[in-house]
């Protein structure tokens, strides 16, 4: 079976490997009391019930953002509540650089035929274009450079406003940065309530929640967040953050913890500097990273972009 969206290949005994843990995985779900249904499962049950009995009424057509992170199982699915099926009007809206989820699928594999159909938007109204220029930075480095042309594409984008360039703070320690951070976050300016904290694991979102709480701040976690205006700083994953967009944006701990794993793993560094892609690109305004000791691999390639200050 082809791995669309892979990089690194895998050897037969990884495969049967792999496989036997899927099987495994699988049997244990069935076989649970009541039985366990992941997210993927349920799809292709829901697309076995309607192949079963197939609706009465189908939509006259369907509009899916955030299209990259969408599954295979997901479009067949809704490909199966369309009139017309394959045929019929379905429009994907997506961004393959701020893909968050690993692995791959070709449209053309559902039936679905792209070609002299599809155009790509170059038009960005939200950041401005420093901001932009350190994302694309990013983008690029992870496309060619490093990782060849399955990477995080390169689509050239125009902007339509102009600000500050992303500012890069180096500290000598952990200490010092939060202290730096608790600086930041003035409770008299009148943006807090518009700036975002992110960071890229649950448990580091809850650990900078407690330092903005103990420098007396509201802290908002992005698990609460609707998207609607609220007081308190908005702290959260990379990947919740993923939809969302911040006047100020704050990206802490960017050392060589991040990628965690190993950094021979194509998979693994493409996926985590994608989340570092959407998190950057979450900030309509202002962008600030930081970091302790030696910088995070991907702050590399943005070096050109961004001020970098020894704090």
Wanted: hydrophobic share 40%.
């Amino acid at each position: 079976m082809t791995r669309h969206g892979r990089r690194m290949a895998m050897n037969t005994d990884d495969r049967r490997a792999s496989w036997t843990i899927y099987e495994t995985y699988m049997a244990m779900c069935r076989e649970a009391v009541p039985p366990i249904v992941d997210h993927e499962t349920l799809l292709r049950l829901a697309s076995r019930s309607l192949e079963a009995a197939p609706p009465s009424h189908r939509y006259d057509a369907i509009v899916v953002d955030e299209a990259q992170d969408i599954t295979e199982a997901g479009v067949r699915f809704l490909i199966q509540l369309l009139e017309g099926g394959t045929a019929g009007r379905l429009l994907l809206v997506g961004d393959g650089g701020q893909r968050i989820y690993p692995g791959g699928y070709r449209l053309a594999d559902l039936g679905l035929d792209v070609r002299g159909r599809s155009s790509v938007l170059r038009l960005c109204y939200r950041s401005t274009d420093e901001i932009m220029s350190a994302v694309g930075s990013l983008g690029r480095w992870l496309s060619l450079e490093e990782y060849g042309e399955d990477g995080l594409g390169q689509v050239e984008v125009s902007t339509l406003r102009v600000g500050a360039k992303p500012q890069l703070r180096r500290f000598a320690s952990p200490e010092a940065e939060m202290i730096w951070l608790a600086e930041v976050l003035d409770p008299d300016d009148p943006d807090l309530d518009a700036t975002a904290v992110l960071a890229p694991t649950n448990a580091k979102v809850e650990a900078l929640a407690r330092r903005v709480r103990d420098a007396g701040l509201g802290a908002v976690l992005l698990t609460d967040y609707t998207g609607r205006a609220m007081p308190g700083v908005k702290v959260g994953t990379y990947n919740r953050a993923k939809g969302l967009e911040f006047k100020r944006v704050i990206l802490p701990g960017l050392d060589t913890s991040m990628p965690w794993g190993r950094q021979e793993d194509i998979d693994n560094v493409l996926l985590q500097g994608g989340q570092l892609y959407v998190a950057m690109s979450r900030a309509r305004d202002e962008l600030l990273l930081s970091h302790t000791g030696e910088p995070s691999l991907y702050l590399e390639p943005l070096a050109p972009t961004i001020d970098a200050v020894d704090a």
